[in-house]
């Protein structure tokens, strides 16, 4: 216990020297914090709320990145062989790395969501516990994440190649940039394969509907699931040498990680919730928007759109 | 054997199809600086590092401090402390705050502060890992090494890569310790530090022990013979010089005499005694002991450094 302490407060004290970690984790998040809602959103209180949410997921996604880098930069400069040699366990590293990450999350979050209620006049925050719930297990999945990367690719440039093929679809088709009902219908129904998907919606919920976090069980307990499969993987597959070459069966057990968003996907592609979901919330925030300036409204694209007039603004 | 703080028996490890070390034997007494003297490749590193639980043996037995490292790793890293080759510390993470953060591992602890002052690091304490010298970080890997009063210590080529300068510092400090009695298990491709820092050597080349015993026992069982330089007044024929006690080669090199000697005093006398009777006189004298490189070129047919 107390290395995993001693770790994970040397890691938040590195993480504070780092000059990428300062822009990466605290300039970009504010850029978008600032970017999204004050222009996408209008800086409406209603379209404020709207894309909180995919900040947020954003912010929580991020952490995967730098942790995947740090792990395999410690592994390449031989930092881990010195823990080795120590005490320190696979665990102690792992889970000191995951928490270090939430902690550093957790004042960006804090500060956005106090920055959304004094600018952008967001009054929807009333179910905080939810949005927490769901920062720390947003981070600790997508922390996990960035572990298993670190534990595949064997050279700084293998992991930046990874971290970019998989940031992409995450954030483009998950509905963390563009409005998942703003997509093209058969990019929502692949976005219903992404653990992001359902990482956004969640918060979007939580934050404009002040939906609890019990009431978001599918998502929350299908993160959770990943979570522990991905940190039990990086586990099985941690290596403190740079020589150790990475097990045959690697692939096998990252495949299997997908397993909880492949069958929540094909659930989900019956069910239509999310979508019907994720399209009122556009919906409403369209409406909001309308009310104001005209104008500016965005077209939905894809068929099943919810009639805004349904959906008086607030 | 008395106290054996470390027994190593028929160790073999393989990397795929590469044998790195092919049936090692050896054991450390306590309070002993024990090295294991070889070329780059021979295999020091692998059986150090199958000591110190980083990596599994194929076949054989270890046992440190009475432990085996693959069956209680985590007891035997309480019982340890390494400086490895090829390692770092993150850039960013000041002296002192490495020093703390690996004393925190440990159950048993020195005072950082105690380890700091002792190894010159005082006024370093706040300096971040990047901006050290190569002889700062190394004196900060051996003061790691001793953050939790180890019961045996590993030293990795503990000078590679460092000038002679401050090779010398590191000498100096891994001779404090001998001092102090603590056990030492030291790899290095350096004749000069096996000879300087070592109570017993293990020649290893090319996965195996070639040689093992205290240099001076290596030196005189391999046969290996003492140069003995001279300059004359006068010049002496080839064949004299030959005759001379313990003498078994002789070659004029520049004007001078080289002889080697089996048993250098007996030689010095008879040369003298034969200069006087021929009324000769010596111009100078130079005697070089053999060493462990001799040895070396004695048993393999190549030099340590090639």
């Known amino acids: 216990m107390s290395n995993f302490a001693s770790l994970t407060e040397m890691r938040i004290r590195l993480a504070l020297r780092n000059k990428m970690f300062f822009f990466f984790s605290i300039v970009m998040p504010f850029i978008f914090f600032f970017g999204y809602l004050g222009f996408f959103g209008k800086s409406v209180p209603a379209g404020a709320a709207y894309f909180l949410g995919p900040v947020l997921a954003l912010n929580v996604m991020g952490s995967f990145w730098g942790l995947s880098a740090t792990i395999v930069m410690f592994r390449e400069q031989g930092i881990l062989r010195r823990f080795h040699v120590s005490p320190v366990t696979t665990s102690d590293i792992l889970a000191s790395s995951v928490v270090a990450n939430l902690a550093l999350t957790l004042p960006t979050v804090i500060f956005e969501l106090l920055l959304a209620g004094l600018i952008f006049h967001v009054h929807t925050l009333h179910n905080l516990f939810g949005i927490f719930v769901l920062v720390a297990i947003g981070t600790i999945s997508f922390a996990s994440l960035g572990l298993v990367i670190a534990s595949i690719t064997n050279t700084m440039q293998e992991t930046q190649v990874l ?23 058969v990019v929502q129904r692949v976005g219903l394969f992404l653990p992001a998907t359902y990482l956004v919606n969640a918060f979007q ?88 300036r005209p104008a500016m409204r965005m077209s939905i694209q894809s068929g099943n759109a919810v009639n805004p007039s349904n959906h008086a603004p607030k | 054997m008395g106290n054996a703080m470390l027994q190593v028996e028929n160790l073999v490890k393989h990397y795929g ?97 105690d380890l700091l002052k002792r190894f010159g690091l005082e006024e370093k304490r706040n ?45 100096d400090i891994i001779e404090e310790l001998r001092r102090e009695k603590k056990t030492i298990v030291l790899t290095t491709h350096y004749i000069e530090e096996a000879e300087r820092l070592c109570d017993r050597v293990a020649i290893i080349d090319h996965g195996k022990v070639i040689a093992l015993g205290t240099p001076r026992e290596l030196k005189s069982r391999a046969g290996a013979t003492t140069r003995v330089e001279v300059r004359l007044s006068k010049p002496e024929s080839n064949g004299i010089m030959k005759n001379l006690e313990g003498v078994v080669d002789v070659r004029e090199v520049d004007g001078a005499y080289v002889l080697h000697s089996q048993r250098p005093p007996q030689t010095i006398v008879s040369l003298v005694k034969h200069l006087e009777a021929q009324g000769n006189e010596l111009v100078s004298l130079e005697i070089a002991t053999p060493s462990l490189e001799d040895v070396f070129i004695e048993m393999t047919g190549r030099r340590l450094r090639d």
């Open chain 2, 17 to 113: 199809d590469v044998q790195a070390v092919r049936g090692v034997s050896f054991s450390v007494e306590e309070g002993e600086v024990f090295g294991l003297l070889g070329p780059n490749g021979a295999g020091k590193t692998t059986t150090v590092e199958i000591l110190e639980g980083l990596r599994t043996l194929d076949s054989g037995r270890v046992s440190v401090c009475g432990l085996d490292p693959q069956e209680k790793p985590q007891e035997l890293k309480q019982e340890i402390g390494a400086a490895l080759q090829s390692t770092s510390l993150p850039d960013k993470l000041r002296v002192m705050e490495a020093l703390r953060l690996f004393a925190s591992f440990y159950k048993r602890r020195r005072r950082p502060e």
């Open chain 2, 127 to 171: 300096t971040f890992y990047n901006q050290l010298s190569g002889g700062q970080k190394q004196r900060l890997a051996l003061a790691m090494a001793l953050v939790n009063d180890p019961k045996v210590l590993f030293f990795d080529e503990p000078t590679a890569g460092l000038d002679p300068q401050v090779r010398r510092e590191i000498y």
């Open chain 1, 163 to 185: 971290n970019q093929l998989i940031w992409l679809p995450l954030v483009f088709l998950s509905g963390a940039t563009f409005p998942l009902a703003y997509l093209p219908k």
């Open chain 1, 205 to 292: 919920q939580v934050i404009v509907n002040s939906a609890t976090a019990l009431s978001r069980y599918t998502e929350i307990a299908s993160l959770v699931c990943w979570a522990i499969l991905t940190f039990f993987l990086s586990m099985q597959l941690f290596r403190w040498e740079p020589e150790t070459k990475i097990p045959r069966r690697a692939k096998l057990l990252v495949a299997s990680t997908a397993i909880p968003f492949l069958l929540l996907g094909i659930w989900e592609n019956r069910t239509d919730r999310i979508l019907r979901e994720s399209q009122t919330a556009f919906a409403a925030f369209q409406t909001a928007l309308d009310s104001l």
